[in-house]
Antibody, heavy 123, light 112 residues
Framework: QVQLVQSGAEVKKPGASVKVSCKAS????????INWVRQAPGQGLEWMGW????????KYAQKFQGRVTMTTDTSTSTAHVDLRSLTSDDTAVYFC????????????????WGKGTTVTVSS | QSVLTQPPSVSGAPGQRVTISCTGS?????????VHWYQQLPGTAPKLLIY???IRPSGVPDRFSASKSGSSASLAITGLQAEDEADYYC????????????FGGGTKLTVL
């Protein structure tokens, strides 16, 4: 079945970087984009950004501009998110979610989600 | 705070009907962008519940329905069941801040 499998939990110190991976299976990777969404403890969902798996185009939430990089590896059907200069406010569960189109479509929704990767930032 | 406003919590007894509102503005829902809804059961990832304002993906019971009007949208759940207890989020697109996908703050549904 269609699924997104994410990498394991991470513990990082303030100021460090973290890279989370999301491996897709059972569908053609390059026909859907990948969103990254995070959820701080006890809080709601926060959209971080989107990447086209077809051409690598990205769209980042203004809040994360300059601190986040999203990439894909089509040879392994894997998407990655790299977040730098971590602070305790970045402690959250990070989800990847398949976008309904490979291009930046304002009408897009997120139809398949990974189980999430817990990132803890602590000194 | 989110650009899409949802009530923090709603509740209802088994069998009852509840609605969850999602209020936006002229830069998102009011601009004509579609609204999508997600259900997040405790300790799990969100699940797509409704897309394109009112379409249920395969497998979602018809007890769940949604609508959109003007700058707002709403999700209705009829015949409440214990397993409906979850957090519900609306999502749309917003043209401010260079354009981005946005979520509502989420609504916790408690089945009494």
């Amino acid at each position: 079945q269609v699924q997104l499998v994410q990498s394991g939990a991470e513990v990082k110190k303030p100021g460090a970087s973290v890279k989370v991976s999301c491996k897709a299976s059972a569908y053609t990777f390059t026909t859907y984009g990948i969103n990254w969404v995070r959820q701080a403890p006890g809080q709601g969902l926060e959209w971080m950004g989107w990447i086209s798996t077809f051409n690598g185009n990205t769209k980042y939430a203004q809040k994360f501009q300059g601190r986040v990089t999203m990439t894909t590896d089509t040879s392994t059907s894997t998407a990655h998110v790299d977040l730098r200069s971590l602070t305790s406010d970045d402690t959250a569960v990070y989800f990847c979610a398949r976008g309904s189109n490979w291009y930046s479509d304002p009408r897009a929704y997120m139809d398949v989600w990974g189980k999430g990767t817990t990132v803890t930032v602590s000194s | 705070q989110s650009v899409l406003t949802q009530p923090p919590s709603v509740s209802g007894a088994p069998g009852q009907r509840v609605t969850i509102s999602c209020t936006g503005s002229s830069s998102n829902i009011g601009a004509g962008y579609d609204v999508h809804w997600y259900q997040q059961l405790p300790g799990t990832a969100p699940k797509l519940l409704i897309y394109d304002n009112n379409i249920r993906p395969s497998g979602v019971p018809d007890r769940f329905s949604a609508s959109k009007s003007g700058s707002s949208a709403s999700l209705a759940i009829t015949g409440l069941q214990a397993e409906d207890e979850a957090d519900y989020y609306c999502q749309s697109y917003d043209t401010s801040l260079s354009g981005s996908w946005v979520f509502g703050g989420g609504t916790k549904l408690t089945v009494l």
